[in-house]
């Protein structure tokens, strides 16, 4: 029997340049906590280094955490990409590091890459700017995130900037996306109106959270056997019976 587990996949932390410095572990968990969210989603920019410290305090507050990051392309098409378990989160991480241009981040003109633990204490700090683009193509990541059992969605399809459509002028029919993402204010029926060769796809809405006033406003109602990464990853493709519904 299937029970609704309600989620939102897209959100940033501290760590993300463009993220604000209260979007910290703790914040993010209570919140979510508060709002009714089963499913939250951490996907900073290019990189994973936030995640472990959420997933630590998510336990034990009963909170699932899909980690992953949102992946800047060659092409500079947004993609979000999540993993399970410790040893493929480093090896999406590593992937990351290996990609990203060597490009010092400037604190004063792109804000702080600090990740913290749920005290708010600095851990560590990003040198490289992680909202540049990655010297990896969208087929590159979407062959690499699958590779480690992930999944794969491009973002907010419909924002005329760093998007698929916005890059690429279309989905190529050939790339193996897990869903598709519009962004919270996207009126989906109106969309697919005017794109109608995407109607065969599957769609999540997320609030791609950079402040805290974002966070917990958006969510999809996935629907479940049991709380897991791949019975989420079955939901976002329709497998088996399980689907995702934008409430």
């Known amino acids: 029997m299937l029970k609704p587990y309600k989620g939102d996949l897209h959100n940033h932390t501290v760590l993300s340049p463009c993220g604000d410095i209260e979007m910290t572990p703790s914040f993010y968990v209570d919140a979510a906590k508060k709002a009714g969210y089963s499913i939250i989603g951490v ?5 994973t280094r936030q995640c472990a410290e959420i997933c630590a305090l998510a336990r034990e507050k009963g909170l699932f955490i899909l980690t992953g990051a949102e992946i ?12 399970d378990g410790e040893e493929r989160l480093a090896l999406l991480q590593e992937y990351l590091s290996k ?6 981040n400037d604190p004063e003109k792109f804000g702080y890459q600090l990740w913290v633990n749920r005290d708010e204490e600095i851990l560590g700090e990003e040198e ?6 990655i010297d990896q193509s ?9 590779l480690l059992d992930g999944i794969f969605i491009p973002a ?3 924002k005329n900037k760093n998007s698929i459509l916005s890059q690429l002028g279309f989905v190529p029919f050939d790339l193996a996306v897990d869903s598709l993402e519009v962004s919270k204010r996207c009126n989906l029926e109106s969309f697919l109106s005017q794109n109608s060769y995407l109607k065969g796809y599957n769609y999540i809405h997320s ?3 950079h402040y805290r006033e974002d966070f917990a406003v958006t969510a999809c109602n996935f629907y479940l056997q049991s709380l897991s990464f791949d019975e989420i990853k079955m939901a976002l493709r329709r497998e088996e019976g399980r689907y995702v519904e934008i409430i």
């Open 138 to 146: 969208i087929d590159e990541v979407e062959r690499f995130v699958h």
């Open 207 to 209: 609030s791609d959270a």
């Open 99 to 104: 990609y990203l241009p060597p490009i010092p």
């Open 43 to 47: 996907s900073d920019h290019n990189s």
């Open 156 to 158: 907010h399809i419909d």
């Open 128 to 133: 490289y700017l992680l909202i540049s683009a």
């Open 72 to 83: 800047c392309t060659k092409e500079e098409v947004h993609c979000l990409a999540f993993v």
